[in-house]
């Protein structure tokens, strides 16, 4: 089933909280993430300080659902405002009969909420630094993808410039199981981690110390509502049925730590120290209007199999998400100079589809659950300023020119700061800030909110 466009859509609702009406905001009415806040509370009696809350986004305010559903606008005799949490609304399915009640006492025209005596406690400013991962349980599993073509092209081609992209990757979505602990809240700092590195000469002993080649990665988050049985393969047709909705994925990796350890089981250690992501799930309803086809594969490419492949995902199996990357210097901050835009990508082009990953992922029985996280891999595209990372960003080679140019991956041309700073990787103090949002004429611009972190020097060694 796909997600339609309806009248919750419509570009014309307006709302009474006058900063979701601004066109540059990235929560409109039409939009209304989930999230979750902390708010401090006095309560003398079990002596907590803070209480984490169900969130809407709107404008640069947050509608607390819980707040909400102690009042007689969430009426007893509807099970629907019976909750208290995100996970719970994930866990039993109910977002979409709420976006509908939620959109409704926002709307400039409805008054219950607007005139509410208890208005002010229910609806409260948006503080970044309040905001907690977007569900109070542990993300109970986390899968990143590899889904770009022209991401795994580029690295391929550092590595191999003969034969960069391996057999399998037009078959099969590759991915590799994460860590879920070390998922963090936007606005989380991160300690450069420390590991190993590969020996200067073949033969010779490796090196132990902090990691000298830092990275992100810009990617999209798919969180799971819907999870199966195990043994219970998810049908393409029901994949996105699966899928509550999305945010912003930054995969920091330590790239020298990877290159020694990734043979022959894949990334460990250079990716398990910390994963930040967006606050907001931006739900698979209010991404309806930016919908596009499947990345059209080229003449020579094989078609996916049949469990992979339906009329609806290649006419619509894609998202059409401008995703971009910026960095701020500790020195640039101090001299109160803005961040740099490092990159401009595209959602759309993915390889493979959130829906292919998710039939994938349990074509063999694997029991996905609510609450669980997929990663897409890094978004990039065919263009310098649209790759996803800094391993690609300052790389001088360009497998995508006319003939392409395959450089060996030490060639590197630096990104210069407005400070004069030089960065081929991501130094102490660097602020890494990830925004994603979605454009459509005829309808209201919608946004993920922003995925931040600064890197802290590594622990003494
Ligand atoms: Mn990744």
């Keep these: 089933m796909a997600y339609a466009i309806d009248e919750t859509h419509d570009p014309k609702l307006e709302s009474w909280v006058e900063s979701a009406n601004d066109p540059s905001t990235d929560f409109p009415i039409q939009n209304l993430p989930l999230a979750t806040v902390i708010r401090p509370i006095e309560d003398s009696e079990t002596g907590d300080e803070f209480t984490l809350s169900a969130v809407v986004a709107i404008g640069d305010m947050l509608l607390d659902l819980n707040r909400l559903s102690m009042t007689e606008l969430a009426p007893e005799d509807d099970s629907d405002w019976d909750f208290v949490a ?14 509908k009640k939620v959109q409704s006492l926002l709307r400039k025209d409805n ?47 550092m590595f191999r410039p003969d034969n960069p992209l391996l057999p399998n990757y037009k078959h099969i979505p590759i991915g590799y199981h994460g860590r879920a602990s070390s998922i963090i809240p936007s606005g989380t700092s991160i300690k450069r981690p420390v590991g190993q590195q590969a020996p200067a000469e073949e033969g010779g002993s490796p ?21 199966n049985e195990l043994g219970e393969p998810i049908d393409i047709k029901d994949a996105e049925d699966h899928i509550l909705g999305l945010c912003i994925l930054n995969d920091w ?150 003939p392409p140019i395959s450089a060996p991956g030490t060639q590197r041309t630096p990104i210069v700061l407005p400070t004069g700073e030089e960065r081929k990787f991501i130094a102490d103090g660097d602020e890494i800030i990830m925004k994603a949002y979605c454009e459509r004429e005829g309808y209201r611009r919608i946004g993920f909110g922003e995925c931040r972190g600064i890197i802290e020097a590594a622990r003494s060694v």
């Design 207 to 227: 090196s132990f110390g902090p990691c000298k080649l830092l990275d992100y990665e810009m990617e999209m988050g798919a969180f799971i509502g819907r999870g």
């Design 253 to 402: 990796s330590a790239r020298d730590l990877q290159k020694w350890e990734y043979v022959p089981l894949g990334p460990f250690l250079a990716k398990n120290f910390a994963s930040t992501i967006s606050p907001f799930i931006v739900t698979m309803e209010a991404l309806a209007p930016f919908r596009c086809g499947a990345q059209e594969r080229d003449a020579g490419d094989p078609q996916p199999l049949g469990y992979m492949d339906s009329d609806e995902n290649r006419k619509s199996g894609g998202i059409d998400i401008t995703v971009e990357v910026w960095l701020a210097s500790e020195k640039m901050r101090e001299q109160g100079m803005d961040p740099i835009k490092l990159s401009k990508g595209n959602f759309k082009d993915m390889y493979w589809t959130v829906a292919q990953m998710v039939t994938h992922h349990s074509v063999n029985g694997c029991n996905l659950q609510p609450g669980d996280l997929l990663g897409s891999g890094t978004i990039s595209g065919t263009t310098r300023d649209s790759r996803g990372s800094m391993l690609e960003l300052t790389w001088d080679g360009d497998p995508f020119a006319n």
């Design 86 to 99: 995100v996970d719970q609304i994930v866990a039993e399915g109910k977002w979409s009969g709420l976006r």
């Design 111 to 157: 008054d219950a909420l607007q005139n509410h005596p208890l208005r002010d406690e229910i609806v409260i400013p948006r503080d970044d630094s309040m905001m907690s991962l977007p569900l109070i349980d542990p993300i109970g599993d986390y899968t990143d993808f590899y889904a770009s073509l022209y991401h795994a092209t580029n690295v391929g081609s």
